[in-house]
């Protein structure tokens, strides 16, 4: 069943009559946004626009069914951008905080709990909930824009959020460095993550590929790129203008993932990634490891079980996120949480409105 809804009170009728609920973006994240049986899909996507922009205090408030493509039309009229590079241009704000998800320019700049600020939310009563605010310096009360971050959809309806913005950059440049394998591309990422060169991007693409990206005005960026070059051991090629926006447009929507791949993320640290990286291989995974590789994004075959998936992580003591795939995947490998995290929930959700991950 699915309810919509366009506006916060509609919504909270929506959540008072149905006994379960699930709320709904753009359905970029179908393993965490379509619901088991006897769940109501609460749809935000007529809940959208910005409702408040100020270029001079870089900071925005949308409603949480605001698709990320429009914001960043907004922003780029006035050359700001958002910096932790939210991945699926389709996808709505609410959807991007509660999965969590940043995409290849966090690794500089920090991830999407490093930018939101405020935000608006419904409880499991129907009470809306106001934590953070719309201006950047705000050490005000509980943190609860952070809490959001990473909730799933399992701790209250996102309404409305405030981020800060960053001025967009003028020019870019990617070099792609192939080396011969796997664990030389590593030692070379651990080489530029140690380096004194600032990197907007560090990507792994196996077996042993670099995506990296520079950014800055363009007549620093040619003696920047030489000496990143000079770094380097592997062969080069870089890229400017048009064919850089395209390689980064491409590994935000992961459009490297095969189709029917059910998309997972999973925090690691580079010294983990050479035996996880082995066991997917042989489970004929695509993957791609991000910021340096201490994310791991992986698309698993359609025709194996996530239950593998579950497992393997499990064994190498890593946590996953099921983004896309069967429904109701969501987390999988080691479990984190604990009775705090129950505690979190039974006070924001006390009559079991949101189904557990």
Known sequence: MTAAAQSVGALQEALRTHSRVLPRGAGTKSALSVP???????????????????????TFTARAGTPVREVETALSAERQHLPFDPPWRDAT?????????????????????DFVIGVDFLDGT????????????????????KLMVGSMGRLGILVALTFKVFPRPEAWTTIRAQSADLESALEQARHLARGPITLDALELE????????????????????????????ADIE??????DARIWSAAREVAWAPAGAAVVKAALT????ATLDAELVVAGAARRYSRAATVAWIAWPPQRSLAELDRLLGRHGLTGLALTGPAGSGLLGARTGGAFAHRVRRALDPDDRFPEV
């Open 93 to 113: 704000l609410g959807g991007v905080v509660a999965a969590g998800t940043s995409g290849p320019a966090s690794y500089r700049h920090g991830g999407v709990r």
């Open 126 to 145: 129907g009470t809306l909930v106001h934590g953070g605010g719309r201006v950047v310096k705000n050490a005000a009360g509980f943190d609860l824009p």
């Open 270 to 273: 580079p010294s983990r990634v």
């Open 36 to 58: 088991a049986d006897g769940v109501t899909s609460l749809d935000l996507g007529g809940h959208c626009g910005i409702v408040d922009y100020d270029p001079a205090e870089l």
């Open 206 to 233: 196996p077996p042993g590929r670099l995506w990296i990206r520079v950014s800055g005005p363009p007549r620093t960026l040619a003696p920047r790129c030489e000496r990143l070059i000079r770094m380097l051991d």
């Open 238 to 243: 870089r890229f400017d203008g048009h064919a």
